[in-house]
């Protein structure tokens, strides 16, 4: 009832109860290949970050606040692609676009909710790496289980308000007759550009939350690699800088394909391309790099893969 009392009016005085989405292609023929393609990706995505978060739950030597972050990253990663690709998947599969006004506000609220998560909980771990490895003695004093806790409700509250801030801001524009959104998700920046009345106000919010939660994350996860990597320099032996390094791989590997997706789609936006080719270019940071995470961790990371290794066994003698 809240959001059908919501639903903004057009130019002419109608209600405008519904957005197109136009996907990645109106070819015919790319359909069936997008389904499959979309869905395989999908399904590998949320079981391999199920397999992480069963792998580091059933193993109690798991049970460290970098895994806990590990873990919570994971299930934000299931949250964050299925906000998006199930919609795109029925779309396809029923040969629909339309999304009702509801339906893309709740989508716009919780992609901001979980792309926020992840931004934030790669810096809480970013912070974590640099506690471990720059002050290894008093790294159980200060990553207690309770400001472990902290740090992930400090991050849920930041990104439940940012994405609040900006669907309440939505609800109060009008749109014009055209709908279309050329996009394979309601994107905030794409939904702005439909409006009829002034969005200054908007933009500038986007802007400035931008730079709040991007670059202010980035330049924490920074200054901790900075330290990492002097402190790291410092150790005499090679097998010592290896094996301090080995802790941090994964999560500088993810860090660098999430950042640069995400830096890699707002230059697509900025520049020339077409609305068409900067959704596909979102792929990559939507779909792509959800999908990675996994494998990066599991494959660089001897503790996963032994934990991955006794949850699989454990299932098949189950069986």
């Not at 006004?101 to 912070?127: E, H, K, R, S």
Request: glycine content about 6%.
């Amino acid at each position: 009832i809240f959001i059908n009392n919501m639903i903004p009016r057009n130019k002419t005085g109608t209600e405008v109860s519904e957005f197109l989405l136009l996907g990645l292609s109106e070819d015919p023929e790319l359909q069936p290949l997008l389904f499959g393609l979309f869905l395989s990706m999908y399904l590998v995505s949320v079981l391999g970050n199920l397999l992480i978060i069963l792998a580091v739950s059933s193993d109690s030597h798991l049970h460290t606040p970098m895994y806990f972050f590990l873990s919570n990253l994971s299930f934000v990663d299931i949250s964050f692609t299925s906000t998006i690709v199930p919609k795109m998947l029925v779309n396809i599969q029923t040969q629909s676009k339309s999304i009702t006004y509801g339906g893309c506000l709740i989508q716009v609220y919780f992609f901001m909710v979980f792309i926020c998560m992840d931004n934030l909980l790669l810096t809480t771990m970013a912070y974590d790496r640099y506690v471990a490895i720059c002050h290894p003695l008093y790294y159980r004093v200060i990553m207690n289980p309770r400001l472990c806790g902290l740090l992930i409700l400090l991050s849920l509250f930041i990104s439940i308000m940012n994405a609040l801030l900006h669907s309440l801001m939505l609800v109060h524009l009008s749109f014009c007759t055209d709908s279309k959104i050329p996009h394979f998700f309601c994107e905030l920046a794409q939904i702005l550009e439909l409006a009829c009345s002034d969005t200054l106000i908007n933009n500038v919010l986007v802007y400035l939350v931008t730079s709040l939660l991007g670059v202010g994350p980035l330049s924490g996860i920074i200054f901790s690699y900075t330290r990492i990597i002097s402190s790291i320099l410092r150790i005499p032996s090679t097998g010592g800088k290896f094996k301090a390094f080995s802790t941090c791989g994964s999560h500088l590997s993810v860090v660098c394909l999430f950042y640069g997706t995400c830096v890699g789609v707002y230059l697509s936006s900025a520049s020339s391309l077409s609305a068409r080719k900067r959704a596909v270019a979102s792929v990559m940071y939507t779909v792509v790099t959800p999908m990675m995470n996994p494998f990066i961790y599991s494959l660089r990371n001897r503790d996963i893969k032994g934990a991955l290794r006794k949850l699989i066994s454990g299932m098949s003698s189950f069986s």
